[in-house]
């Protein structure tokens, strides 16, 4: 329990940072006021990175770029993935079977992967990273859904609503999607926490095109470079980033989010 | 790894040298066998046949396979002969007359000739072999002439200054007509032979490169210090991603290694392992072309806001610390026909916002980019992923949103992608410059018709100048004039913003002596490097 309370209170933080950002830093992220991997100092909590920028300053907008980025990827996975597994199971027959086949293909595919694939076929950038996280993750999502709404099909409610002929609309919003919220909800928290280490991997990797923006991975890759000099600016990205993929699994898990 | 145990064995080899040494010295006054030195590149070229590829990377380990018709004096900046012993050039500058040394081989034992000299001229201008560099560095060359088993001319259409510059760098170096021959422009990158004081051995791309010392190099320059390579044999390898580099060099993997950042060669100069050496690099800057055929940067004012907005002294201050000058030109210090006097001017961004509200580009009420009507004033800024033009790029799209410009900056992950994007030609400015010499290399980035014309400027009159410099062989003083009158040109239509003059930062380990750069600064001369025990 104090390891879900600790949880809530780091994302609460980050959530606040990541709102507060533009009000909360010191300094403009993006503009080069110190030297070069100035060290820590009054005013200059985590010093300057290797361009004399702000580092603290470019962690806080990095916060929100990377919840922002992960929160929409996960939205692609939540609603391709869920759409996909609920209209699977609900329509069955021929189309289940397509579907299945699709997802089974994409699943043969490592997720990363599949996003790198992605991200080189439509040119690195911001809305690559999001659609290749977003739609590698849906696959395992779609499958989730789909088994989650199967099972509630055999319930007997369920029976009984087919068996007053009611159409397939209606069972889907009366009794599928609300029955299944609390398992999904759980399924999603974990994915959030998925899709936040693939979109910081792929920034990591340079995919998001453009070396300016301060999102986590991306950070972590620019102060890779100087890891024997300034190993803090290695290590705080590196920090955050395993915090909060802890805190959203610590909070996912188990029990269903109330 | 197989690598720690050859190095285990060498350093076994090592224990034992004294007696070895001893030995050696006793019987012959050749250096002592088995020395293996390793050397870091830092891009791995698509392709490294110097005569059709344009790299210069390639032309690190090359220019030690080939020897060329002439050489330049790095002190001095004089010709020298190489494989020519003499040379006259006629008074209307047309015919290049030189005379081959005798009894020189190729590294697979064809004679060197004035055939061979023809051969090669051949093989560069061959129209299908698509030489990206070499043929235009013949100029206007039309025929090689071969007057005897040892004499060729080369006819010119025009007087071309460069002529005997070119014909100095390896691009341009002497390979053997049969090797050519045998594999042909698609396979010869991975037998290359030439005459030069180390012999080609492998090529695995991405991977490693070879040479070992060629036993029979009797005709040295006079440029270099040895009379033959000290060194039995060089391994390069590739540290593309420059967090490896420094690295790279104190781990012991290689002995030399350039490109080094900054942060790390001040750490490295401060040990007592290690030295480093900036090598100034002549040719352009590291630059950025506005496009001129775009808005908002087809706006004269527009441009020189953009550079005047840009503190370039700073960011070259903190990209490159201490060791490189900020560009004021098109050409960078170091290269001939260079002026200090039309200089690009430093920092004013209230002259730059000033500009700006006369193009008519006002600030907005509401924060937000600045806007003419509906328009907001957006930039696109388009840099290769060498040479820190990432970092340079991230601090120069920064100083623009400081002058109320909303900026997109893109990484071009490598030359195709970079060129692609110019063809798409969505971009305000972009990165790109080349190396060299003789400031004839600006020709293809502003004539008209130029291969690398990418700001899209088009000017009879600049391309007229260019030309006139280029014919003027027998004046450099006229020469220097035109590359003068050029830059104030280049510089009153702002058609670059110039940031860093080239400085190549090359890190070696204190056992590695004589290492020293060509004038084009990028090639070693790997014959006179000695390793110290």
């Known amino acids: 329990m104090i390891a879900k309370r600790l949880a809530w209170g780091w994302l609460v933080v980050m959530l606040g940072i990541a709102l507060l950002a533009p009000w909360l830093s010191p300094n403009p992220p993006a503009q080069s006021l110190f030297d070069p991997l100035a060290p820590p100092g009054p005013g200059l909590p985590l010093g300057a990175d290797a361009l004399g920028r702000d580092f603290l300053a470019r962690m806080m907008v990095g916060a929100r770029l990377s919840l922002l980025l992960t929160g929409l990827a996960a939205a692609v996975t939540l609603i391709v993935g869920g759409l996909a597994g609920f209209s699977a199971a609900i329509v069955g027959g021929r189309y289940e079977v397509a579907i299945n086949w699709l997802s089974n293909v994409l699943l043969a595919i490592p997720g990363l992967l599949l996003a790198m694939l992605f991200v080189a076929a439509w040119g690195p950038g911001i809305a690559a990273v999001i659609l290749a996280v977003g739609i590698g993750f849906a696959p395992s999502f779609g499958r989730v859904t789909r088994s989650i709404a199967k099972s509630l099909l055999e319930e007997g409610y369920v029976m009984a609503a087919q068996a007053i002929g009611g159409d397939r609309l209606w069972i889907t919003s009366r009794h599928l999607l609300p029955n299944s919220l609390p398992q999904l909800a759980s399924y999603a928290g974990t994915y959030f926490a998925w899709a936040f280490l693939a979109v910081t991997t792929l920034t990591f990797l340079g995919l998001a095109g453009d070396p300016s923006i301060p999102e986590w991975g991306a950070l972590l890759d620019s102060s890779r470079s100087h890891l024997q000099s300034a190993p803090r600016l290695a290590a705080a990205p590196a920090l955050a980033i395993t915090l909060t993929v802890l805190a959203v699994h610590a909070i996912a898990s188990k029990e269903p989010v109330p | ?533």
Not at chain 2, 258 to 267: I, T, V
Not at chain 2, 294 to 300: G, M, V, Y
Not at chain 2, 309 to 325: M, Q
Not at chain 2, 375 to 385: D, F, K, N, T
């Open chain 2, 1 to 533: 790894m197989q690598f720690p145990k050859r190095r285990g064995a060498w350093r076994l080899g090592l224990a034992c040298a004294p007696f070895l040494l001893g030995l050696v010295a006793a019987c012959a006054s050749d250096p002592s066998p088995g020395r293996e030195l390793s050397y870091g590149l830092t891009l791995a070229p698509t392709g490294i046949d110097p005569h059709i590829n344009a790299s210069v990377e390639l032309g690190i380990p090359l220019s030690s396979v080939y020897d060329t018709l002439v050489f330049q004096d790095p002190d001095t900046g004089a010709y020298v002969p190489g494989l020519a012993t003499d040379w006259s050039i006629s008074a209307d500058g047309l015919t290049y007359s030189f005379v081959l040394r005798e009894q020189v081989v190729f590294h697979d034992g064809t004679r060197f000739d004035a055939d061979a000299v023809k051969a090669n001229i051949d093989y560069v201008l061959d129209p299908d072999h698509r030489s990206q560099k070499a043929a235009a560095m013949l100029g206007p060359l039309h025929e090689v002439e071969v007057l005897g088993s040892y004499e060729v001319a080369f006819h010119l259409d025009r007087p071309y200054a460069p002529m005997l510059d070119s014909l100095s760098q390896v691009y341009l170096g002497m390979a053997s007509p049969s090797a050519l021959e045998t594999w042909g422009p698609a396979e010869y990158q991975f037998h290359q032979v030439g005459t030069g004081p180390f012999r080609f051995i492998e090529y695995l791309p991405n991977d490693r490169l070879v040479l070992e010392r060629n036993p029979d190099y009797a005709w040295a320059p006079e440029i270099y210090r040895r009379d033959a390579p000290a060194i039995d044999r060089i391994t390069f390898r590739f540290f593309e991603d420059p967090a490896t580099r420094a690295l790279a060099l104190e781990g012991g993997q290689v002995d030399i290694i350039g490109e080094l950042p900054h942060l790390e060669a001040d750490r490295l100069a401060e040990s007592s392992e290690f030295k480093v050496d900036p090598v100034l690099i002549p040719g352009q800057p590291l630059q950025l072309i506005f496009n001129t055929e775009r808005t908002p940067t087809d706006d004269p004012r527009v441009r020189r806001a953009l550079v005047l907005g840009v503190d370039r002294s700073r960011i070259v201050d903190t990209v490159f610390g201490g060791y490189s000058a900020a560009a004021v030109g098109p050409l960078s210090a170091s290269t001939f026909g260079f002026a200090a006097d039309p200089a690009f001017p430093p920092y004013d961004p209230e002259v730059a916002a000033e500009l700006l509200e006369q193009a008519g580009w006002a600030l907005s009420d509401g924060g937000g980019p600045r806007r003419m009507g509906d328009a907001e004033l957006q930039l696109g800024l388009v840099v290769p992923p060498w040479g820190s033009n990432p970092e340079v790029g991230q601090l120069v799209a920064a100083a623009w949103e400081q002058l109320g410009a909303e900026v997109t900056l893109t990484v071009a992950p490598g030359f195709g992608p970079l060129n692609e994007a110019r063809a798409q030609g969505e971009y305000s400015a972009i990165g790109m410059n080349s190396f060299g010499t003789d400031p004839d290399l600006l020709r293809p980035f502003y004539d008209s018709e130029g291969f690398f014309n990418w700001s899209g400027f088009r000017d009879p009159e600049l391309d007229a100048l260019l030309e006139e410099a280029a014919a003027a062989f027998d004046s450099p003083d006229r020469r220097e004039a035109l590359y003068k009158e050029f830059a104030e040109q280049v510089r009153d239509q702002w058609l670059i913003l110039p940031v860093r003059d080239y400085v190549n930062l090359v890190g070696s380990s204190q056992r590695v002596e004589g290492l020293r750069f060509s004038p084009q600064g990028w090639f070693p001369y790997l014959n006179d490097l000695e390793l110290q025990p």
